[in-house]
């Protein structure tokens, strides 16, 4: 059966609209659309570079397109981050001295943008964070060495949101609340308290929690 040109036409639309928009998966940004950056490389020790009051990059007095380099004492690359017009664009990737890969974060329009990830040395995912135009967003998880969870948090509009529970290295719980649109939280700060909290700070000291 012979497919209609139209429809063909429509999906491509589709498909097209989806690249450029980036996909959106439980309020996290996982695909974006990248400027195109010039193959152009220099390591970040070269004179000719600096950054100006507002942070854009520039070399010999011209914002920067092109890929800084961080090398070792070996002369192997350690960090690799990518610049359009003086400000981060695309995958900042940073490696172990062993060559493994650390933590790969991706930029755009210098501002964190999509799934920011991390690993320890022998390849045990350390965090998974996302991002959209610089704020939190969705789900933030990491983990301890073992691959046992450290903690499992969610934001909304660059704020924490809805559930969040955190973990002891020995796999007891050690915060399990929720935060609420009033900015109130409720549920387990600490070990022994189940409480509501309503404070300024958007962070808690996982190992303080609240004390009886």
Known sequence: M?????FLLCSLFLALSWYEGGEEHDGAVVGAAEKQIPNTQLVSTHEGLRKDSSGVLLY?????SGYLLDLDSEGQVILRQ????????GE???YYASGALWFKRPYRDG?????HMAWYEDGQMKFLYHFDQGKSVG?????YPDGSLFQDLNYQDGRPFGPQKIWRSDGKIRANYVIRENGKRYGLMGIK???KIDGEKEEIDP???VEN
């Open 2 to 6: 012979r497919v209609p040109f139209l």
């Open 60 to 64: 010999r007095e011209v914002p920067y």
């Open 82 to 89: 990518g610049y359009f017009e003086g400000r981060l664009e």
């Open 92 to 94: 900042i990737l940073a």
């Open 111 to 115: 501002q964190k943008h999509g799934a």
């Open 139 to 143: 789900n933030h998880k990491e983990w």
């Open 193 to 195: 308290r189940c409480t």
């Open 207 to 209: 190992y303080k929690g």
